[in-house]
């Protein structure tokens, strides 16, 4: 993938680790700290991601996410779905129910938007039972990270919040 522009890169929810770059069109991840108590508890996790659309239109983008999420995600069930606009582009959230391979009930919540020919998507996978405790961090988190035009170098990202 070419460079990627530059982004506004949220807060993430306090004594999270970020992780810069881990994969290709992955911009960052980062992950709750782990329970020392529970270790093979799953970790609530933000994901931002940034495609080159190749030419789809913003609807488009979404109706073959819609179409390989059921795919990909064991379960899957779409509980939520609408259209926003941030900064006055096409965008919109997401949320939904799908089961790991440990049979655990995940809760996804994604906010989306296009710009300039990339798809942005910053996801939130939580455990259903603990989704209602961090929904609000996690919107906050949303509502404040927007995708900037410009320079091509992503802005560094820094470990925890």
Known sequence: MPDLPRFSPPAVPQ???KVARPGPGTLWTAVEPLDLDRPDRFRANLVL??????????????V????VLPRMLRDYLVVD???LEVDGR???RRLAHHVDASARAL???????????????????????????????LAEVAAAWRPLTGDPAPVPVGGGA
């Open 90 to 92: 096409p965008g919109g």
């Open 81 to 83: 779905l609408e259209r």
């Open 107 to 137: 809760t996804l919540e994604q906010w989306f938007v296009a710009d300039a020919g990339r798809g942005w998507t910053l996801t939130a996978t939580v455990e259903t039972w603990d989704y209602d405790a961090l929904a609000d961090e």
């Open 49 to 62: 991601t940034c495609d080159d659309l190749g030419g789809l239109t913003f609807r488009d983008w979404q």
């Open 15 to 17: 004594g999270w680790d």
């Open 64 to 67: 073959a996410s819609d179409e």
